[in-house]
């Protein structure tokens, strides 16, 4: 249901229809407006926070023109209830409401049509279609926005023009509202019909197709980033962004549904989604040598089926899970791993992928991260716990939230000498297992008890005026953020996808600023507040990397989240919550090798913090390390120019094979002309060839 104030507004809702039905049998026409007012402004209120609730009615049969129809049939009732069924204005009703449902056809009808007609059949950001084919501006937002809610309420003045015209025994009120609901309904109808053709409306799919090729041909891309997914997977194809910005070759992004396009990260990469298989199959991708996957997913065969380029995949990710030796990647030419780790685990595995076909490239997105120096002087240690989620099989070792979660939070929080604490659980934590999310409300809850007792600690003071120049420093930098993003989507306009493929050429002086601007909002975040106090952070800002910068340990679980922490070169702590044992649990996941591990009752944490507070002392040290060039690659040279050597090589490999194959050809075609030639001058020379 949501919040508390959608589950009393869908409980008003509920009780509303019976009691306007109860007002219309009494009747009495103040109940049956009080009731109806409850009703209007329930659904609207649902349909804005677009509740659970709301969605699901309409699979049982009381979606909203249902809720709508039923509410004026109650009013036709009122009227014969009160003796006004041979009153003009009881006919006028009726009347009105008929021609009102006979303009929902037409209405619903255009708007399905104009949005179908400007649904581009590509549609993409940071290439220059506009000069090629003509997109016109989106219809106003007025217009198509809930616009069956909004067309459903002009019913509202007819409504209150019956009820006043009942309640005063006089006809002109209710006529007055039938005139203005039809009225205002037909003006709607006729608002929406220059937008369904002619100029208003973009190329057909042949036209837009046909100026993709034309930039494709003038791009000449070299190297792709294909991917396809949920709305949820964005993350996944998000965090290879910087790194295709950072490509010697020529770089393009293919997307295949329109709701990752809607949540891409900001780039200057050109994007290219592409929904349908066989308008992708039909672009020319001729210039393209090597294909990058993110995820092993069923449409990748769509851009795997050719035989031009090199498929690489490189994953989302490096971890010990299942998901890192799926069996499907022996489809592709290459498989890139971070280090030595990602290429003995497919050995171990043994699913099918060639030890010649894995390539280390190390891990580009790690760059952000910051070697440790140790504690800061005169500042207390941070600890990161960064449990994953819970994921979809129920196996307790997939996350520690559930056994050890408030074990590992109370002995952080009540550590001497202190420590200070955040906590930054997955983003998908208790979608599943209602467990999780009791555990990471009461963690949630632990953590801020820690900081408001510590708030009043003697012990440890704030520097309030650095505290309240960095909260208005975040205020101003969050404003120019707002406004970028404003001036990137049209100053808030609103359009649609035709509009958004046509103005969705990257501004690189503001893309720079905005990047600038998140590097000064992080640092002004950790300002904000003392760096003694516990803290939950959750959503997109601040990244799990500046945590892991801020930080001088973590505590987390088998995931890609450990292997990238182990680049700082920091302590980590990683939970057996399947209580395998510490030799099988280090034999099971290569990751956790040089961490200390902890068992549901986190009773070894003091091994943790005492590695923090004496780094001389640290036992683990020499083995992160040694763990670190094992999973990560060498440090020389730098992950991007590996990942930049891989693309070349690989790109050297589909052209040697394109020119072997045009050799082929060629020479077949050699080899079949001394056959037709001398019978072509034998018969010319007039000799009979049919002796």
Request: with cysteine.
């Amino acid at each position: 249901m949501g919040s508390a104030a959608e589950l009393a507004a869908a409980a008003f809702m509920m009780l509303g229809f019976p009691a306007l039905m109860l007002a219309a049998l009494v009747p009495s026409v103040p109940a049956f407006a009080a009731a109806a007012a409850v009703t209007y402004l329930a659904d609207h209120y649902l349909h804005r926070k677009s509740s659970y609730l709301v969605n699901r009615l309409s699979k049982v049969r009381a979606g909203l023109s249902i809720r709508f129809l039923i509410r004026q049939l109650l009013l036709i009732l009122l009227l014969a209830r009160l003796g006004l069924a041979d009153d003009l204005i009881y006919y006028g009703a009726i009347a009105c409401f008929i021609a009102f449902y006979g303009l929902q056809a037409p209405h619903g009808a255009l708007v399905t049509l104009i949005r179908n007609r400007r649904r581009m059949p590509v549609a993409t950001r940071n290439i220059d279609l506009a000069s090629r084919i003509r997109i016109p501006d989106a219809p106003p937002r007025r217009l198509l926005h809930r616009s069956a809610e909004k067309m459903l309420h002009l019913d509202l003045a007819a409504v209150v023009g019956i009820l006043v015209s009942a309640s005063l025994e006089s006809a002109v009120a209710g006529f007055v509202g039938i005139g203005v609901t039809v009225g205002v309904g037909c003006l709607y109808v006729l608002a929406l019909v220059p937008y369904v053709r002619g100029a208003k409306t973009p190329p057909n799919a042949e036209k837009v197709l046909a100026a993709v090729d034309d930039w494709l041909a003038e791009y000449r891309p070299e190297t792709v980033l294909y991917f396809s997914g949920s709305k949820d997977s964005a993350y996944q194809v998000n965090m290879w962004l910087e790194t295709m910005e950072q490509l010697d070759s020529k770089p393009l992004i293919i997307l295949r549904e329109r709701v990752i396009l809607n949540n891409l990260a900001p780039t200057t990469v050109p994007v290219i989604c592409v929904p349908g298989g066989v308008h992708l199959m039909n672009l020319d991708l001729s210039n393209v040598r090597v294909a990058l996957y993110a995820a092993n997913v069923g449409k990748n065969i769509h851009l795997l089926r050719v035989p031009t380029m090199r498929h690489v995949f490189i994953g989302h990710g490096d971890s010990d899970k299942l998901a890192s030796v799926n069996p499907y990647s022996k489809v592709y030419d290459e498989v890139w791993t971070a280090g030595r780790a990602g290429r003995d685990r497919y050995a171990i595995a043994d699913v099918g992928v060639r030890d010649d076909d894995i390539v280390e490239v190390g891990r580009p997105q790690l760059a952000p991260i910051q070697t440790w120096q140790g504690v800061p002087e005169g500042r207390i240690p941070t600890v990161l716990y960064a449990p994953t989620w819970e994921g979809w099989d129920g196996n307790p070792g997939n996350t520690s939230i559930v056994l050890a979660g408030e074990n590992i939070v109370k002995k952080l929080v009540a550590a001497d000498p202190p420590v200070r604490v955040l906590y930054k659980p997955h983003p998908f934590t208790g979608t599943v297992s209602k467990e999780a999310g009791a555990a990471h409300r009461r963690i949630t809850a632990l953590v801020q008890q820690a900081a408001t007792e510590r708030a009043t600690d003697p012990r440890f003071t704030a520097d309030a005026a650095t505290q309240t120049a960095a909260k208005a420093e975040l205020a101003r930098i969050e404003a120019r953020l707002a406004e970028l993003a404003g001036k990137a989507n049209g100053n808030g306009k609103g359009g649609d996808e035709a509009e958004a493929t046509r103005d969705g050429l990257v501004d690189v002086a503001r893309h720079e600023e905005a990047a600038r601007l998140r590097a000064e909002w992080n640092a002004a975040y950790w300002r904000s507040f003392p760096d003694h106090e516990h803290r939950v952070i959750t959503g997109a800002e601040p990244r799990l990397y500046d945590c892991f910068n801020v930080s001088d340990a973590m505590v987390s679980d088998i995931s890609s989240v450990v292997s990238d922490f182990i680049a700082s070169g920091k302590p980590y702590a990683v939970t057996d919550s399947a209580e395998l044992g510490v030799e099988e649990f280090k034999r099971q996941n290569t990751a956790v090798r040089a961490a200390t591990i902890l068992s549901n009752s986190a009773a070894e944490l003091g091994e943790l913090l005492g590695a923090v507070r004496d780094p001389s002392a640290d036992p683990l040290a020499e083995d992160r390390g040694d763990l670190k060039r094992y999973l990560l690659g060498p440090d020389e040279p730098t992950s991007i120019d590996q990942f930049n050597t891989a693309v070349a090589n690989l790109a050297i490999k589909a052209e040697a094979r394109n020119v072997g194959q045009e050799s082929r050809a060629a020479a077949g075609a050699a080899e079949a002309e001394p056959a037709t030639v001398p019978a072509q001058r034998v018969a010319a020379a007039g000799d009979d060839v049919t002796a």
